[in-house]
């Protein structure tokens, strides 16, 4: 058992999953920014106001905190043979738009389904869709039968 994890916890693996979680958490960040922005158009008019500078920073915390340990999470279990920036981006997507749907359907902008369960879920959403659309990886032939 040693000797698998061994084999898979390479330094090029290792430095491929550290950078899934920094480009995640930002990706993550910057989409959590978003949301909170349009929340803010939403419940306050604009995007100014007394609390504005809190809500980014809030949103853009929750947001990479996702990006890094569900994104890495994700990219690592069901993602490993699609393309790093399909990854990224369309499982920051999924977490975007499941925040925007739990955001019309629940009145409280702070509850924890909006700003833990939801993402979750539509970022898992997201990466499922990503797995049954991509194109599964070619085994090599078989040589053995030719001889």
């Known amino acids: 058992m040693a000797s698998m994890l061994q084999t898979r ?5 290792l430095g491929v999953f550290a950078l899934v979680a920094c480009f995640g958490g930002g990706i ?27 809500a ?11 990006g890094i340990v569900l994104g890495s999470v994700l990219a690592w279990t069901l993602l490993r043979h699609v393309a790093l920036w ?3 981006t369309e499982v920051a997507c999924g977490a975007a738009i499941g925040t925007a749907i739990s955001v019309a359907a629940f009145s409280d902008p702070s509850s924890t389904v909006i700003l833990v369960i939801a993402p979750a879920v539509g970022a898992t959403l997201a990466a499922i869709r990503l797995r049954l ?4 990886p070619a085994s090599p032939p078989d040589l053995s039968a030719a001889r």
């Open 9 to 13: 916890l390479t330094p090029r693996a």
């Open 28 to 54: 993550g960040a910057l989409a959590g920014s978003v949301v909170a922005a349009v929340l803010m158009i939403l419940w306050n008019g604009g995007l100014g106001g007394h609390l504005a500078l809190a």
């Open 56 to 66: 980014y920073i809030y949103g853009g915390a929750i947001g990479a905190g996702h």
């Open 86 to 88: 399909r990854v990224i």
């Open 133 to 136: 659309s991509a194109a599964t």
